[in-house]
């Protein structure tokens, strides 16, 4: 089309400018929304496939639980790191995706998502654990080493992963990590069990403690890292 002609076209076509345009935003109905809500709506986004990866673990982990013996705990300790892929498939999902820049200019930001994913499938891995505890009969120091542990360690090791290398394949290095944790429980459960039958509560909580550290830090970094930008109609 001519240069001209696109010319005109432009200037009797363009469109005028807004009047009163903040005070028409201003008269808009802002529906609120609970944080309750906010969870439950995120629930629904959640992957069905890690819905039923947490079920099938914890159906595993509650059959291997009931029959399990101190000397042969070291089955459920290998099936909890595999649990945390629930947690860390969807740490990394908007980006792998390619969603990241979408959610950001969304009402409710990358930032916000992540975190109400993250305490969805946080606090549905705890009860598992728990329940896990629960089942196998184990006291306190037995909990810690063999069950909590090795989930906190596979969990934080995802978390690093997703936040220093960002591409399609931090999924894959992250199950990879997960799997890898649960090799090394099946392979040093003797030492595992050594070490267990040696320290005390008081031990076995410290290291508990230092690993919460690790996870918290690595899941604050996450979250700080997704870039924030707040909902505007202007």
Do not use: H
């Amino acid at each position: 089309m001519d240069r001209k002609l696109q010319d005109m076209l432009k200037s009797g076509f363009d469109a005028p400018e807004p009047v009163e345009k903040r005070a028409f935003i201003r008269t808009l109905p802002v529906q609120k929304v609970s944080n309750f809500k906010l969870l439950c709506t995120q629930a629904r986004y959640i992957r069905k496939s890690a819905w039923l990866l947490g079920a099938v673990l914890f159906i595993a982990a509650a059959l291997t639980a009931m029959v399990v013996s101190e000397s042969s705990m070291w089955i459920l300790s290998a099936l909890m790191p595999l649990l945390s892929l629930t947690v860390i498939s969807e740490s990394g999902r908007s980006e792998s995706c390619g969603m990241a820049e979408l959610e950001l200019s969304a009402r409710f930001n990358l930032k916000t998502v992540f975190l109400a994913r993250l305490i969805i499938l946080g606090a549905a891995d705890f009860i598992m654990l728990c329940a896990a505890s629960v089942f196998a009969g184990a006291g306190l120091s037995a909990s810690l080493i063999y069950i909590f542990c090795p989930y906190i360690l596979s969990a934080a090791a995802g978390l690093f992963i997703c936040r220093k290398i960002r591409s399609s394949g931090e999924m894959y290095l992250s199950a990879a990590a997960s799997f890898l944790t649960a090799g090394l429980e099946i392979i040093f459960r003797k030492n595992i069990f050594s070490f267990y039958l040696s320290c005390g509560e008081g031990e076995s909580f410290l290291i508990f403690s230092l690993m919460t550290a690790a996870l918290v830090y690595e899941g604050f970094k996450r979250i700080k890292e997704t870039e924030e930008l707040k909902w505007s109609l202007e």
